[in-house]
T-cell receptor, first 111, second 114 residues
Framework: QKEVEQNSGPLSVPEGAIASLNCTYS??????FFWYRQYSGKSPELIMS????GDKEDGRFTAQLNKASQYVSLLIRDSQPSDSATYLC???????????FGTGTSLTVIP | DGGITQSPKYLFRKEGQNVTLSCEQN?????MYWYRQDPGQGLRLIYY???????QKGDIAEGYSVSREKKESFPLTVTSAQKNPTAFYLC?????????????FGPGTRLTVT
């Protein structure tokens, strides 16, 4: 069973719409949750971290965590063409301090 | 500027040769990691180190070796024993310790072996 699962997409949304990306994880001992954005040919860039249940907002990005259901999501409001990238969900399990990554969801924002 | 540097950006080698990828950080982070990314796939952990002079194998350590002689440096050697070495290699670091913090990535090294 994979530690972290994401829908690979591709997900296409029109410019200005809300993009919703989802991620589920298997280990209930997971402590911290992260969203990374990766442009083609580049390294992942951290965009959001969330540690407790609920919502966390940062500009146009909102991360949502539900530990009971073991899912974390990322909402991108007012999507822009520059948001077109692959979004990686990552989970940190305190034991061993390892990070587990999903395979990523490809997002395309259509002008 | 604080950050993680990897060199070189592109690396070409002949099959059967060992090659060492450099990773340096000036973030004063204790933990450092090496990942491999293949096209259309997620990140797979090769090795990680929580502290100087100590490191652990990740999910795909076979054919790779590392050292951690200094806090700021975590070089990765891809040996000739690695069957499919062509990939995008990413180095990352985090504060480490008993709490969990964000992990930051270097720009990556794209290795091609022919």
């Amino acid at each position: 069973q994979k530690e972290v699962e994401q829908n690979s997409g591709p997900l296409s949304v029109p410019e200005g719409a809300i993009a919703s990306l989802n991620c589920t994880y298997s280990d209930r001992g997971s402590q911290s949750f992260f969203w990374y954005r990766q442009y083609s040919g580049k390294s992942p860039e951290l965009i959001m971290s969330i540690y407790s249940n609920g919502d966390k907002e940062d500009g146009r990005f909102t991360a949502q965590l539900n530990k009971a259901s073991q899912y974390v999501s990322l909402l991108i409001r007012d999507s822009q063409p520059s948001d077109s990238a692959t979004y990686l969900c990552a989970v940190n399990i305190l034991t061993g301090n390892q990070f587990y990554f999903g395979t990523g969801t490809s997002l395309t924002v259509i002008p | 500027d604080g950050g993680i540097t990897q060199s070189p950006k592109y690396l070409f080698r002949k099959e059967g040769q060992n090659v060492t990828l450099s990773c340096e950080q000036n973030l004063n982070h204790d933990a450092m990691y090496w990942y491999r990314q293949d096209p259309g796939q997620g990140l797979r952990l090769i090795y990680y180190s929580q502290i100087v002079n100590d490191f652990q194998k990740g999910d795909i350590a076979e054919g790779y070796s590392v050292s951690r002689e200094k806090k700021e440096s975590f070089p990765l050697t891809v040996t000739s024993a690695q069957k499919n070495p062509t990939a995008f290699y990413l180095c990352a670091s985090s504060i480490g310790g008993t709490a969990t913090y964000e992990q930051y990535f270097g720009p990556g090294t794209r290795l091609t072996v022919t």
